[in-house]
């Protein structure tokens, strides 16, 4: 079974219609969670991390926010769409301590905004 | 913040070759991984390596901390070795900073 699941698989939407991709972890305590983006042709590049339900912290500003609402939960949203959101949304998941800070991704989202 | 090099930027190999990836990193880290980037985007992930020595199967990952490098070893390509090849690294916390990829083509 999937540890992690991102939902839309892919999105059209157009330029200016809100959005709200999704990410859930299960069978993980506590785990931190990440996004990632990747426009076409770029570098997949860090958006938000959350360490614990309610906190997230931003990494590169987009016009986009993140939300933790619950433990196994990692919310991106926005209520504008810009075309240059456009690209593939990728979420991650680690393990608080340990010794081991291998991070585990998603199968991605593609988001098309025209 | 981490800065991450890759290179080269791409890579033809003929079957059977080997070939070696390069990733720079600027700052130390605790964190360093190796991933294939399908062509829709999604990751495989080949190494969580972030010190010494691992391989599995025709790939081996070596990263040396106070050199401020890793490399990924393909010995014997094969065609279905060709794609995009990502290095990442960074804190845990804080999560990983990408390399801009290698793109290696492998023809028979």
């Known amino acids: 079974a999937q540890t992690i699941h991102q939902w839309p698989v892919a999105e059209i939407k157009a330029v200016g219609s809100p959005l709200s991709l999704g990410c859930t972890i299960k069978g993980k305590s506590s785990p931190n969670l990440y996004w990632y983006w990747q426009a076409t042709g770029g570098t997949l590049q860090q958006l938000f991390y959350?360490?614990?339900?309610?906190?997230v912290e931003s990494v590169v500003q987009l016009n986009l926010s993140a939300s933790r609402p619950k433990d196994d939960q990692f919310i991106l949203s926005t209520e504008k769409l810009l075309l240059s959101h456009s690209g593939f949304y990728l979420c991650a998941w680690s393990l608080l301590g340990g010794r081991s800070y291998e991070q585990y991704f998603g199968p991605g989202t593609r988001l098309t905004v025209l | 913040g981490q800065q991450v090099q890759q290179s080269p930027a791409s890579l033809v190999l003929q079957e059977g070759e080997n070939a070696e990836l390069q990733c720079n990193f600027s700052?130390?880290?605790?964190?360093m991984q190796w991933f294939y980037q399908r062509p829709e985007g999604s990751l495989v992930s080949l190494f969580y390596?972030?010190?010494g020595t691992k391989q599995s199967g025709r790939l081996t990952s070596t990263t040396v901390i106070k050199e401020r490098r890793s490399s990924l070893h393909i010995s014997s390509s094969q065609i279905t070795d060709s794609g995009t090849y990502l290095c990442a690294a960074g804190n845990y916390a804080q999560g990983l900073t990408f390399g801009l990829g290698t793109r290696v083509s492998v023809f028979p």
């Open positions: 700052t130390s880290l605790n964190s």
């Open positions: 959350s360490i614990t339900v309610g906190q």
């Open positions: 390596n972030p010190s």
